[in-house]
């Protein structure tokens, strides 16, 4: 296939909205199919079964090509701990996105308008524990096409 001889980055802003989409459009099967298409549903556990597996292929699936990179942008959403909120953000993304993602990277934005800047820092990094935590001074092409030379691990089909 093309993927194989020329390669490519997929981008998909926002894996957050993406994970909703999929979440409706599968829970609206779920209870047409399963429930008869009642308005009133409670759904169990293993209703979000088909879910996780749909979002699991999405996030996987472009590791099956070496020459493919996949960025999944995501929205942030308050941490909160016993009912307060603690005045930090977390990810709000699919609860796999973890496990899926070779790295996660919070941004932080730096200013208004066609000034603002972005910095961050690695939330995680499967490749490089060590990252964890390391501040990024700046999110640009740029940047990232300098310092991004790490070796992709092989996946099986």
């Not at 749909?54 to 929205?75: D, E, F, G, Q, T």
């Not at 308050?78 to 977390?90: S, V």
Request: aromatic fraction near 10%; include cysteine.
């Amino acid at each position: 296939p093309e993927l194989d001889k020329y390669g490519g980055t997929l981008v998909v802003d926002t894996g957050t909205e993406l994970h909703d989409h999929v979440m409706v459009a599968e829970l609206d099967r779920v209870r047409r199919e399963k429930y008869g298409g009642k308005d009133a549903v409670e759904f169990r556990a293993w209703d979000y079964g088909s879910i996780n597996e749909i979002m699991s292929r999405l996030w996987l699936a472009p590791l099956k090509y070496p020459n493919v990179n996949a960025v999944y942008v995501h929205k942030s959403k308050a941490l909160w701990e016993d009912g307060k909120p603690t005045g930090r953000n977390q990810i709000d993304c699919w609860k796999g996105t973890p496990g899926a993602a070779q790295i996660t990277l919070q941004c932080i934005k730096n200013g208004l308008g066609a000034t603002a800047k972005y910095s961050g820092f690695f939330n995680l990094n499967r490749l490089e524990s060590s990252l964890e935590g390391t501040a990024l001074p700046e999110l640009s092409y740029e940047y990232f096409a300098a310092v991004n030379r790490i070796e992709r691990p092989k996946v099986m089909a």
